[in-house]
């Protein structure tokens, strides 16, 4: 079993950063990989970044050059930092894990490469 408790959503204006994190408790070998999804009202859950066991990180093409995902080890958290945000990144934003290693980047971002999901965080980004 994985449990995920994201934060740092918030409202921010168009071109502002945020930071989100995710931390993560659990087994270790059922959270390999991970990543960060968000859903807009009625709108399916997109992989915005997902990142495997070895460091090696998948965007989605809207956020590449703006969003980095990233690993603290030692802290048990998973990151998400956010720059020059567009109205279009806001959304609820998931952490998901899961334990399948060696996956193509593609999967990285596939909803049904991950079984533990967190309960989500707000992002609101004002024009």
């Known amino acids: 079993q994985v449990q995920l408790v994201e934060s740092g959503g918030g409202s921010v204006q168009a071109g502002g950063s945020l930071r989100l994190s995710c931390v993560v408790s659990?087994?270790?070998?059922?959270?390999?990989?991970m990543a960060w999804f968000r859903q807009a009202p009625g709108k399916e859950r997109e992989g915005v970044a997902g990142?495997?066991?070895?460091?090696?990180?998948a965007y989605t093409d809207s956020v590449k050059g703006r969003v980095t995902i990233s690993k603290d080890t030692a802290k048990n958290t998973l990151y998400l930092q956010m720059q020059s945000l567009k109205p279009e990144d806001s959304g609820k934003y998931f952490c998901?894990?899961?334990?399948?290693?060696?996956?193509?980047?593609?999967?990285?971002?596939?909803?049904?490469?991950?079984?533990?999901w967190g309960q989500g965080t707000q992002v609101t980004v004002s024009s």
């Open positions: 990142v495997d066991k070895d460091g090696d990180a």
């Open positions: 998901a894990a899961g334990g399948a290693s060696f996956l193509p980047p593609t999967y990285l971002l596939a909803p049904s490469t991950y079984n533990y």
């Open positions: 659990g087994s270790t070998s059922e959270s390999r990989t």
